[in-house]
Nanobody, 121 residues
Framework: QVHLVESGGGLVQAGGSLRLSCAAS????????MAWYRQPPGKQRELVAA???????NYADSVKGRFTISRDNAKNTVYLQMNSLKPEDTAVYYC???????????????WGQGTQVTVSS
């Protein structure tokens, strides 16, 4: 099994910054795509940013130029640097990874528990 631990959420004023981290642990063989999703209050979960094993990235239009996704393969960790935060960025942020493990050497999807990001105006 794979365990994901997210950290870095919190309360910040508009214009501020936060950095989210998500560390994967377990009997990991390889990690493919890593991504951050978010679910604003009363809305559906949406993709924020994703990064492939080759470090290609894509972003939601609403965060382009403000958020940066990166990964540290040695630490099995994905980061989301969020700058110039806006109240509309308020949401629960979820880490998502596609992982092959020693006991299940096929790509499987795993989700983190979520971390709250609140941006005050």
């Amino acid at each position: 099994q794979v365990h994901l631990v997210e950290s870095g959420g919190g309360l910040v004023q508009a214009g501020g910054s936060l950095r989210l981290s998500c560390a994967a642990s377990g009997s990991i063989l390889s990690i493919n795509r890593m991504a951050w999703y978010r679910q604003p209050p009363g809305k559906q979960r949406e993709l924020v940013a994703a990064i492939t094993s080759g470090s290609s990235t894509n972003y939601a239009d609403s965060v382009k130029g403000r958020f940066t996704i990166s990964r540290d393969n040695a630490k099995n960790t994905v980061y989301l640097q969020m700058n110039s935060l806006k109240p509309e960025d308020t949401a629960v942020y979820y880490c998502h990874v596609v992982v092959a493990t020693m006991t299940n050497p096929r790509w499987n999807n795993y989700w983190g528990q979520g971390t709250q990001v609140t941006v005050s105006s």
